[in-house]
């Protein structure tokens, strides 16, 4: 007697168990424009990335969690600005970087509070990364296509930079105005500084 009075919470409980697992697979939230599958490898060894609707592929691959927005801000640290001029992505360091779009490298170098920096110049938009690896993997006047990797999230701390002025609570010198490793991702549209979440709508 004892069976037949647990046979229907039995079912009950296998059928509780079909809905979460229904629910998990086709119904988990997705993010078109920032749920990047760009840690997939296809047949030749490229990267598969997303593309958003405008064109623009999301510069830190896997990673799309925004620490700090563009606009105004509490500044994070000493010689941060209060107006900040793109968005910082968490990514730890050693992620790779892509091009948001093709175009020319234009800027490589230690540029002030951006630390160790790339430019990617196209048509009228310049894109910044900043905060990355100094060991650069592209040069001034390299052309890039959309989706290459052009550079990986740099250090905290950074040693022997001439001029640099930037450096923790206890004087260790970081890689510009930086409280750790992240991607600074910016964007000038004919001079101006335009929030890159535009590109992703």
């Not at 691959?61 to 941060?80: D, E, M």
């Not at 001439?162 to 001079?191: M, S, V, W």
């Amino acid at each position: 007697m004892s069976n037949s009075f647990f046979t229907p919470f039995k079912v009950l409980f296998c059928f509780i168990i079909f809905i979460i697992l229904f629910v998990s697979l086709f119904f988990i939230p997705q993010y078109p424009n920032l749920a990047i599958s760009s840690n997939t490898l296809n047949s030749n060894g490229n990267y598969i990335i997303d593309i958003s609707s405008s064109g623009y592929a999301w510069p830190a691959p896997g990673y799309t969690h925004i620490t700090s927005y563009f606009g105004y801000r509490r500044s994070p640290t000493a010689g941060a600005s209060s107006y900040h001029s793109g968005l910082d992505i968490g990514a730890p360091e050693g992620s790779k970087l892509i091009a948001t779009t093709s175009g020319e490298i234009t800027f490589t170098g230690f540029l002030g509070g951006g630390g160790y920096t790339i430019t990617l110049t196209s048509g009228n938009m310049k894109f910044t990364y900043c905060h990355v690896s100094p060991i650069y993997i592209v040069k001034e006047g390299d052309k890039v296509v959309q989706g290459q990797v052009i550079g990986y999230v740099g250090p905290k701390y950074v040693y022997g930079v001439k001029g640099n002025q930037y450096t923790d609570e206890k004087g260790r010198p970081t890689n510009g105005a930086t409280t750790g490793p992240h991607l600074h991702f910016g964007l000038r549209i004919n001079g101006d500084y335009v929030d890159p979440l535009s590109l992703f709508p």
